[in-house]
């Protein structure tokens, strides 16, 4: 059959060719992971996430053009579990790229090897309305976890891309450097205030205060996923003057009229905190969300004074 193997050759010399080699196509659902493979990857790869930094995570609203992205998608790169339950399966479906489904090659589920947090020692029902019934999925918000998913996605990019390993090899080298030295600098804006008890708004930040030793008491989410009630506010308030908390942290995504309410009644600091890059056109990067984040803690605490 000459023709049939004129084709394979043809479609060998395009795809193969050219001096500079086709970029992997990462799709990522969250802008972090997204961040960390362009870090890691750099001129080697195209990474784009489906959601906003400053969207929730949770319900990310599916757009037609997610089906085309992960229909072209090298690699796709998820938080897993069950963060993105609400809207990747019939993306997925839709998208028709075997290479990314959770079986495939192309598909990086990070919270593989991360500390995951509260996860359930008893049976969950949806019934309890909560989203986390894996263990917390904000696992990203714990800088050692992101060093675990910048190494993940190093190793995935490597099997992808073989001729790339040693420049993932050498960015890896590079961003963890840079992690040990972001690191430092949080420690010392941060460590002083260990101990510092907090409540915030969703359970985006066990990983987070974990780190940084702040102590989470509440939250103005009576569970995972369900609005504050009236009465769940009263709680909250009454708790955070016995045990004198200085500060709500609270998510880019909600609105403010809650967190403000209860600051009002009790003194706290309200402190807006993007839970993933791009959630504040500052946090443009894994490291330097950290740094927004951890400056806007010291800041809100220094005001407390
Ligand atoms: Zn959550």
């Known amino acids: 059959m000459p023709f049939f193997f004129l084709l394979i050759s043809f479609a060998f010399l395009f795809f193969s060719s050219p001096a500079e080699a086709k970029k992997l196509k ?26 906003r930094g400053y969207q929730d995570p949770h319900f990310v609203e599916p757009k037609p053009s997610f089906i085309l992205k ?12 069950e963060l993105e339950i609400g809207y990747l399966p019939p993306l997925l479906d839709q998208a028709r790229n075997e290479k990314i489904r ?14 995951i947090l ?5 049976a969950v029902t949806r019934a309890m309305g909560d989203v986390h019934p894996y263990g917390n999925p904000h696992f990203w918000l714990d800088p050692q976890n992101g060093r675990v998913v910048a190494r993940a996605i190093a190793a995935k990019l490597a099997a992808l891309d073989p001729a790339g390993r040693d420049v993932f090899q050498k960015n890896l080298a590079t961003f963890e450097s840079r992690l040990a030295e972001a690191e430092k600098r949080w420690q010392e804006k941060l460590g002083p205030s260990a101990g510092t008890k907090v409540v915030t708004y969703h359970a985006s930040w066990p990983n987070f205060a974990k780190y940084f030793k702040l102590d989470v008491v509440g939250f103005l989410e009576p569970k995972p996923g369900i609005p504050p009630t009236p009465q769940h506010k009263l709680e909250i308030i009454n708790l955070m003057l016995a045990q004198k908390v200085p500060l709500i942290l609270m998510e880019v995504y909600f609105d403010r009229k809650d967190p403000d309410f209860v600051a009002g009644k009790t003194g706290a600091q309200v402190v807006m905190m993007p839970p993933s890059v791009g959630g504040d056109p500052a946090a443009k990067d894994y490291i330097s969300l950290f740094d927004f984040n951890v400056d806007r803690i010291a800041a809100a605490l220094a005001k407390k004074k």
């Open 26 to 51: 990462v799709v990522t659902t969250l802008s972090d992971f997204a961040s960390l493979a362009t870090t890691i990857g750099g001129e080697r790869v195209e990474a784009e996430s489906l959601a």
């Open 118 to 122: 509260e996860k359930p020692t008893a």
């Open 102 to 115: 959770p079986t495939g090659a192309g598909y990086l589920d990070a919270s593989v090897g991360c500390e």
């Open 70 to 81: 992960l229909h072209e998608a090298d690699l796709l790169i998820v938080a897993g579990l």
